[in-house]
């Protein structure tokens, strides 16, 4: 238990202060702190969470929202996945009555895997279970010298073993927010051994492997992908289509995708517009943990759009279009449009 008395109190003198998620015990606070932190930094879940509880404060209402509103307030942070699986978490809380106390329970909602379920289950509950996200991998996998990418089974069952084995019999709360605190602060990509509390007993340390250990993930090269977007413009409005969950940016509002070949003739077919003109604009690149895809937008202006639409389909002006929820490139493109004044 040296290792969790040692991390516990290096916490109470060198931990992270006045986090807006610190200091509460309420699980819909907790579980959307621990949602929005997972593969994005604080700095930038800060100002999502805080806007969100204003809009949200309580899991009921949520619940309530449609999964427009919530991927609105969600845009630009990412991973719209977890976006659409936190709804659908919060319509199960509500349906239950009540949120899951214990870790295994809470790892049943949509989009909870057991490290984020293990955080909820300590910092509301004070259960003790043990977390082991990708910060939390790397100290335990260079405190005991593991080597090899965390990622391979054989590793993160060892890995697993070790955190469960440290746990601390109290203050389950203190060493998990320690545990967070040091991996994200202290034993970084490159390690500040000389302000761990634990580096006397660290294996990667003591034999010189601090910057080997964790072994990174083997790389492949990013294939690389294509799309035509068509930015249909007619007096000021602009046609965003919904994109179908799951799949990238599945639920948001996009630009409709080009077909090879014959724009004119899909523009008529599948919107009910004529295009009067079109004009190629600047590729965009945007990437993805597992490819990288280079958009090419046609601005098309065209005669009046049909009077009924369909319902996954949307005519926007141009000027709200960053207000709606959309993807990051969609919001650069339209600030081009404006910057340009093409409308």
Same mark, same amino acid.
């Given at each position: 238990?040296?290792f969790?008395?040692?991390?516990?109190?290096?916490?109470?003198r060198?931990?992270?202060?006045?986090?807006p998620?610190?200091? &509460?015990?309420d699980?819909?606070?907790?579980?959307? %702190?621990?949602?929005?932190?997972?593969?994005?930094?604080?700095?930038?879940?800060?100002?999502?969470?805080?806007?969100?509880?204003?809009?949200?404060?309580?899991?009921?209402?949520?619940?309530?929202?449609?999964?427009?509103?919530?991927?609105?307030?969600?845009?630009?942070?990412?991973?719209?996945?977890?976006?659409?699986?936190?709804?659908?978490?919060?319509?199960? !809380?509500?349906?239950?009555?009540f949120?899951?106390?214990?870790?295994?329970?809470?790892e049943?909602?949509?989009?909870?895997?057991?490290?984020?379920? *293990?955080?909820?289950?300590?910092f509301?509950?004070?259960?003790?279970?043990?977390?082991?996200?990708?910060? !939390?991998?790397?100290?335990?996998?260079?405190?005991?010298?593991?080597?090899?990418?965390?990622?391979e089974?054989?590793?993160?069952?060892?890995?697993?073993?070790?955190?469960?084995?440290?746990? $601390?019999?109290?203050?389950?709360? &203190?060493y998990?927010?320690?545990?967070?605190?040091?991996?994200?602060?202290? @034993?970084?990509?490159?390690?500040?051994?000389?302000?761990c509390? =634990? %580096?006397?007993? @660290? !294996?990667?340390?003591?034999?010189?492997? *601090?910057?080997?250990?964790?072994?990174?993930?083997?790389?492949?090269?990013?294939?690389?992908?294509?799309?035509?977007?068509?930015l249909?413009?007619?007096?000021?409005?602009?046609?965003?289509?919904?994109? +179908?969950?799951?799949?990238?940016?599945?639920?948001l509002?996009?630009? +409709?995708?080009?077909? %090879?070949?014959? =724009?004119?003739?899909? @523009?008529?077919?599948?919107?009910?517009?004529?295009v009067?003109? &079109?004009?190629?604009?600047?590729a965009?690149?945007?990437?993805f943990?597992?490819?990288?895809?280079?958009?090419h $937008?046609?601005?098309?202006?065209?005669?009046?759009?049909?009077?009924?639409?369909?319902?996954?389909?949307?005519?926007?002006?141009?000027?709200e279009?960053?207000?709606?929820?959309?993807?990051? +490139? !969609?919001? &650069?493109?339209?600030?081009?449009?404006?910057?340009?004044?093409?409308m």
């Amino acid at each position: 238990m040296v290792f969790a008395e040692k991390l516990k109190a290096w916490q109470k003198r060198h931990g992270r202060r006045g986090l807006p998620w610190q200091g &509460t015990r309420d699980p819909y606070r907790v579980w959307l %702190s621990e949602v929005m932190l997972q593969q994005t930094q604080v700095s930038a879940v800060i100002p999502y969470y805080e806007r969100f509880l204003r809009r949200f404060p309580t899991v009921e209402a949520l619940a309530a929202a449609s999964e427009d509103e919530v991927l609105k307030l969600w845009s630009g942070l990412g991973y719209y996945a977890r976006g659409r699986n936190l709804h659908a978490a919060a319509k199960a !809380v509500v349906s239950m009555g009540f949120f899951p106390r214990k870790a295994e329970d809470i790892e049943a909602l949509p989009g909870v895997g057991k490290s984020t379920a *293990a955080a909820i289950a300590a910092f509301a509950f004070g259960e003790r279970a043990a977390i082991l996200d990708g910060n !939390v991998k790397r100290v335990l996998a260079r405190y005991f010298g593991i080597e090899g990418w965390p990622g391979e089974k054989a590793v993160e069952t060892a890995l697993w073993e070790r955190a469960n084995r440290l746990l $601390p019999r109290d203050g389950i709360e &203190t060493y998990t927010q320690a545990l967070m605190d040091l991996g994200a602060t202290v @034993c970084v990509r490159t390690p500040k051994c000389e302000a761990c509390p =634990v %580096s006397r007993a @660290c !294996v990667a340390r003591r034999e010189g492997k *601090a910057s080997d250990i964790p072994a990174p993930r083997p790389r492949k090269p990013l294939p690389q992908k294509a799309v035509t977007w068509l930015l249909l413009l007619d007096r000021g409005q602009i046609l965003l289509e919904r994109r +179908p969950a799951p799949g990238i940016w599945g639920g948001l509002w996009s630009f +409709p995708e080009a077909p %090879s070949k014959d =724009v004119e003739g899909h @523009c008529r077919r599948s919107f009910g517009c004529d295009v009067r003109s &079109t004009k190629t604009l600047d590729a965009l690149e945007h990437g993805f943990t597992h490819f990288r895809l280079r958009i090419h $937008p046609l601005l098309c202006q065209v005669t009046r759009k049909p009077a009924v639409q369909s319902p996954a389909s949307l005519w926007i002006d141009v000027e709200e279009v960053s207000e709606a929820a959309v993807p990051s +490139p !969609v919001r &650069t493109l339209v600030s081009r449009l404006n910057a340009t004044s093409h409308m």
